[in-house]
T-cell receptor
Framework: ETGVTQTPRHLVMGMTNKKSLKCEQH?????MYWYKQSAKKPLELMFV???????ENNSVPSRFSPECPNSSHLFLHLHTLQPEDSALYLC?????????????FGQGTRLTVV | QQPVQSPQAVILREGEDAVINCSSS?????VHWYRQKHGEAPVFLMI?????EQKGHEKISASFNEKKQQSSLYLTASQLSYSGTYFC????????????FGKGTKLSVKP
């Protein structure tokens, strides 16, 4: 069982819907991340939270809204998405700065926007 | 800024060796290697840090040439379980220090 759990595993939503992705880590880490993985593209960093504060937002459209209520939980709120937003959304956590330490990934949420 | 991985794909027979390369146009502080199997989460394999420190997997080795801004992952005596997509992530350092990942190398090990 992974130390990072994401729900739901699969999500189909219309362009006018509002949904949320959830991530929970049981590792006591102090940093959490959202990555987007599209076909034939590298993992793209979306958001970084360190000690529950957002420290990086890589020019992600405002239709994606993250929330980190505590160090164990991370949400990604979705609204008015586009079909090109269909992808695998991965959550990860680490203890300390990611460049110096390993990241633990969840299994991802496969999102399809119709 | 995205590191370049080569080859894009490789097919091996069980027991054969493989090398996966990762290169960057920017100065690097660290190189990470992850493996992702189909439908699963990426799994950490190794970190190589500037200055020579390594942390990682017992059966997989890697090198980090800081001057050339390159890293290579060495898979020896491959097993069926080695199949998957291998990603390198490069870290420029600094207080944020987040990773930029390459497009991945798909490795298939056949019996």
């Amino acid at each position: 069982e992974t130390g990072v759990t994401q729900t739901p595993r699969h999500l189909v939503m219309g362009m006018t819907n509002k949904k949320s992705l959830k991530c929970e880590q049981h590792l006591g880490h102090n940093a959490m991340y959202w990555y987007k993985q599209s076909a034939k593209k590298p993992l793209e960093l979306m958001f970084v939270y360190s000690l529950e504060e957002r420290v990086e937002n890589n020019s992600v459209p405002s239709r994606f809204s993250p929330e980190c209520p505590n160090s164990s939980h991370l949400f990604l709120h979705l609204h008015t998405l586009q079909p090109e937003d269909s992808a695998l959304y991965l959550c990860a956590s680490s203890q300390g700065v990611l460049a110096n330490t390993e990241a633990f990934f969840g299994q991802g949420t496969r999102l399809t926007v119709v | 800024q995205q590191p370049v991985q080569s080859p894009q794909a490789v097919i091996l027979r069980e027991g054969e060796d493989a090398v996966i390369n990762c290169s960057s146009s920017k100065a690097l502080y660290s190189v990470h290697w992850y493996r992702q199997k189909h439908g699963e989460a990426p799994v950490f394999l190794m970190i190589l840090l500037k200055g020579g420190e390594q942390k990682g997997h017992e059966k997989i080795s890697a090198s980090f040439n800081e001057k050339k801004q390159q890293s290579s992952l060495y898979l020896t005596a491959s097993q069926l379980s080695y199949s998957g997509t291998y990603f390198c992530g490069t870290g420029p350092g600094g207080s944020q220090g987040n990773l930029i990942f390459g497009k991945g190398t798909k490795l298939s090990v056949k019996p």
